[in-house]
């Protein structure tokens, strides 16, 4: 998919299961400046050179920045010799590397974005106002009009609703607006030369290349985000191998077209793999009763719906969810914001995208695209999300007194929730495992 997109089908960097996560939709590229004058400084040249003497042309030195950039490009150059032996021996074809890397230059813009990580992040609720807003929803029932047809034939094959489809299609590129215009051959391979995870980006450049070995595109069709995913609903390469189809039936995988029927079809067998239930719901808004025992809101913890509504815990309606299956009570923002039964759908989305807040984006987006209610409770708007800084030293001061995080990476996962919920139990707070701005000013 910070949010930045999280492991999964498409995402290639991860936020972890995050309360208050955050999934960035990589905005459509923009075009480096060509570099060429504007016209009035070009009639002030010409009519310059035209009142003097010809002469010879002054010699500009190469800046230091220009100089380090044709060495780093040279020493990529060098790379990619090296690579394409290493591509050849795993079986790609000379004829497919030449011209997959032909124009291929390194990229200094796409190694600042990678290593740009974001101090700020938004709350979940901020993440679903934008997910699931006005606009978003009405485009996506526009496109389930248009797409109809199609979408219910997928359904029928893979037993993946069309909404959901649909919604997974609306946060990764706007309904196929925001695609992402970056050579994924030169993204990847700037990647993977830069070291910092070469050897997944290298095995991502693998396997586009066979991809472009079997056909199913070209070379510099091939484009995507500046990470690597691509096309309607941003797949990364090796999930395009394993789990991308071909449902129109004309020879090829094409997830890049104008058409979104193949992208949309592979989006529902990537969910129907991974064991979507076909009629479950990923989650239903429920009430918690006075009293609950927050330490029952764990992902570890699952009862059937019926179980749940003898302790009290009932839908918004007031009535007990349906018994779809075993489903676990989730906080995302904890016990002063809404509250969800998720079921084992939601985790089917998580391979998609591991964030919390991504899943809950797309299962919303879809019962809403199905004219389905808002979220009914009210969040904690007064809160703000930890910065990266804060979260790390609230794991930080979490483990310094004992509630080990096993790691401080300003990641807010599952193991940081446990030693949340523990220090909240020690302390005789609520147990609702949130990681809250008040939390760490108790931590301090």
Request: aromatic share 8%; net charge neutral; glycine share 10%.
């Amino acid at each position: 998919m910070r949010i930045i997109k999280c492991a999964g089908v498409l995402a290639l960097a991860c936020a972890g299961g995050v309360q208050a996560g955050v999934v960035t939709m990589s905005p459509r590229p923009t075009a480096r400046p060509a570099g060429e004058m504007a016209a009035t400084q070009l009639a002030a040249v010409e009519l310059s050179t035209s009142l003097r003497p010809a002469s010879r042309p002054a010699i500009q030195q190469p800046t230091e920045t220009a100089l380090q950039t044709a060495e780093e490009n040279q020493r990529f150059q060098n790379w990619v010799r090296a690579f394409k032996d290493r591509a050849a021996v795993q079986g790609i074809d000379r004829r497919v590397l030449d011209q997959a890397f032909d124009g291929v230059t390194y990229d200094a813009d796409i190694i600042r974005r990678d290593r740009n990580q974001s101090e700020f992040t938004k709350t979940i609720w901020e993440y679903l106002d934008s997910a699931a807003s006005d606009t978003r929803i009405a485009n996506g029932q526009a496109a389930l009009a248009t797409h109809r047809a199609t979408l219910e034939a997928i359904e029928a094959r893979y037993g993946v609703e069309k909404e959901v489809v649909v919604a997974v299609w609306g946060l990764e590129s706007a309904y196929g607006t925001y695609r992402g215009k970056t050579d994924i051959i030169g993204a990847l391979s700037t990647l993977a030369f830069d070291g910092r995870r070469g050897a997944f980006f290298e095995e991502q450049l693998v396997a586009a290349l066979k991809i472009l070995q079997n056909g199913d595109t070209t070379p510099r069709n091939m484009t995507g985000s500046w990470a690597g995913a691509m096309g309607h609903t941003q797949f990364i390469p090796t999930s395009y191998l394993d789990y991308a189809v071909d449902f129109t039936g004309d020879g090829k995988r094409d997830i890049w077209s104008d058409d979104p029927t193949d992208a949309l079809a592979s989006t529902a067998a990537y969910l129907a793999k991974f064991g979507w239930i076909s009629g479950q719901p990923w989650g239903v808004e429920v009430r918690l009763p006075d009293g609950f025992d927050y330490r029952l809101a764990d992902r570890k913890i699952g009862k059937m719906p019926s179980d749940w509504a003898r302790l009290g815990v009932v839908g918004v309606d007031g009535r007990a969810v349906r018994d779809f299956g075993t489903a676990s009570i989730l906080l995302p923002a904890g016990g002063n914001g809404a509250a969800f039964m998720i079921f084992k759908n939601f985790a089917v989305i998580e391979r998609y995208n591991a964030a919390d807040a991504y899943v809950i984006g797309v299962g919303h987006l879809s019962d809403r695209i199905k004219s389905g209610p808002a979220i009914q409770a009210k969040w904690p708007r007064e809160d703000r999300a930890l910065t990266l800084s804060e979260r790390k030293e609230m794991q930080e001061r979490l483990t310094a007194r004992g509630f080990d995080t096993q790691g401080v990476d300003g990641r807010i996962g599952p193991l940081t929730i446990s030693a949340v919920r523990s220090f909240q139990v020690a302390s005789g707070m609520t147990p609702d495992g949130y990681a809250s701005l008040n939390l760490l000013k108790r931590l301090r």
